[in-house]
């Protein structure tokens, strides 16, 4: 399984967490709550669910509102599927939400992870958040480095262009900072209360109000789009 091909399966579970769905409305929230799958097609979506189908995590149910009863009939096509997470499915998320390996600290996967943080435990959240940052300060002490070595020999957009790579890493450290002294005095998030996943942007370069988890200075390389 590829990384991107793992956290749709994480994403689709944590949201058939909160309710039940259909494709389209899986859609939606995956583009509009987790701006890492803007740009992704129902060609990759289905797959996805057809995978947890068959692993026992989802179940598939015909859809029970009026609109889906009358689909069929109407417009000679089938009642939209209702994708339900089985016992099975919410103790494979919970067991998703409590890895804090490397790979939770990666642009991506951090994230899709950092969306559900109000359905993960403290301590989790906590070696996650200083994952990320460690991550991250290593990052930055190789761009200084590399900016040491090269400036004499770059134009003066290049670098400007480098620094502004550098100030962006710079902001999300300083974002982790917070959260890991919030974390640490035993304070929540606003809004994070209910348990819902935090809303993100990722084309902005914000999660939310704040940087982007591995804001890069080079333009996003297009993912999966739809045709």
């Known amino acids: 399984m590829s990384r991107r091909s793992g956290i749709l399966e994480f994403a689709v579970l944590g949201l058939l967490r909160e309710a039940p769905m259909h494709g389209y409305e899986l859609r939606k929230r995956l583009n509009t709550s987790l701006g890492v799958f803007r740009a992704f097609s129902y060609g990759t979506l289905y797959p996805c669910l057809k995978t947890l189908v068959a692993n026992g995590w989802?179940?598939?149910?015909?859809?029970?509102?009026?609109?889906?009863a009358l689909a069929a009939p109407l417009a000679g096509r089938r009642a939209k599927i209702v994708y339900r997470l089985t016992a099975e499915g919410k103790e494979h998320?919970?067991?998703?939400?409590?890895?804090?390996?490397?790979?939770a600290y990666e642009?991506?996967?951090?994230?899709?992870?950092?969306?559900f943080f109000g359905q993960t435990s403290r301590d989790v959240r906590m070696r996650v958040l200083e994952g990320r940052r460690s991550r991250l300060e290593e990052r930055l002490e190789k761009m200084r480095a590399s900016l040491a070595r090269t400036r004499e020999r770059l134009d003066d957009y290049t670098l400007e262009l480098?620094?502004?790579?550098?100030?962006?890493?710079?902001r999300e450290v300083r974002w982790l900072n917070e959260l890991i002294e919030s974390e640490r005095a035993g304070?929540?998030?606003?809004?994070?209360?209910?348990?819902?996943?935090?809303q993100q942007d990722t084309t902005s370069g914000a999660t939310g109000d704040l940087p982007r988890p591995g804001d890069d200075p080079r333009p996003d390389t297009p993912g999966d789009t739809a045709t």
Do not use: Y
């Open 187 to 198: 304070r929540d998030l606003k809004g994070s209360a209910g348990g819902g996943p935090a």
């Open 107 to 115: 642009d991506e996967t951090f994230a899709a992870r950092f969306a």
């Open 162 to 170: 480098q620094r502004h790579g550098m100030e962006s890493v710079e």
């Open 58 to 68: 989802l179940i598939e149910e015909p859809g029970n509102t009026t609109e889906d």
């Open 93 to 103: 998320f919970e067991q998703l939400l409590a890895q804090t390996g490397p790979d």
